[in-house]
């Protein structure tokens, strides 16, 4: 009797989770799969996902509603600095973006360059290095990855994350620094 109770609760088992998908068709058909399946966007699609993370990054250099307009506003927003040797991770929030851009009195600087980018569906990601400027002066770089949902008004950032390191472990931008 010993043995028949491991093989009745994996019969129950198997039993409950064949059950819960009764019913339960699969809505992918072969030409579904095919749609939603990642792919490179077209130039226009491009375009229009990097001119949503661009306006995003034109707000940082002082006005909150370019950022406010580029996202969801349940963004989440995550780095990973590890300029110190070991990484440590970082939140931010919305508000307290929108709040330091608003008070700040020097201009901050992102830049982007050879974006990789992707769209399954409604959904795109964008693979980017990056640098960063406070005033003058040159702060970290790293690497920015930034989800976008579609939605009916256009692209809008739902998360982003990024690292924050300093060269050689990260490049500048191409073109040098910032002009001021």
């Not at 409950?16 to 990642?38: I, L, M, R």
């Not at 077209?42 to 306006?55: P, S």
């Not at 990484?87 to 608003?102: D, F, M, N, P």
């Not at 050879?114 to 693979?127: C, F």
């Amino acid at each position: 009797m010993k043995r028949a109770v491991p093989l009745i609760a994996t019969l129950l088992v198997f039993s409950a989770c064949n059950a819960s998908d009764e019913g339960v068709e699969d809505a992918t058909t072969p030409t579904q799969a095919a749609e939603v399946a990642a792919h490179v966007p077209t130039a226009a699609e491009r375009a229009d996902i990097l001119a949503v993370l661009q306006e995003f990054f034109d707000g940082l250099a002082g006005d909150p509603n370019l950022i406010a307009n580029a996202v969801e506003p349940g963004i989440v927003m995550q780095s990973t600095d590890a300029r110190s040797g070991t990484a440590v991770s970082g939140r931010s929030t919305l508000e307290g973006l929108l709040q330091r851009v608003e008070t700040s009195e020097v201009v901050m600087t992102e830049r982007m360059w050879d974006a990789e980018v992707q769209v399954a569906g409604a959904l795109a990601t964008v693979w980017t290095p990056y640098d960063f400027y406070i005033g003058s002066e040159f702060s970290h770089c790293g690497i920015d990855v930034a989800t976008l949902m579609r939605r009916d008004d256009g692209w809008k950032i739902i998360n982003l994350n990024w690292t924050r390191e300093a060269p050689p472990n990260c490049a500048l931008h191409p073109d040098g620094p910032p002009s001021a």
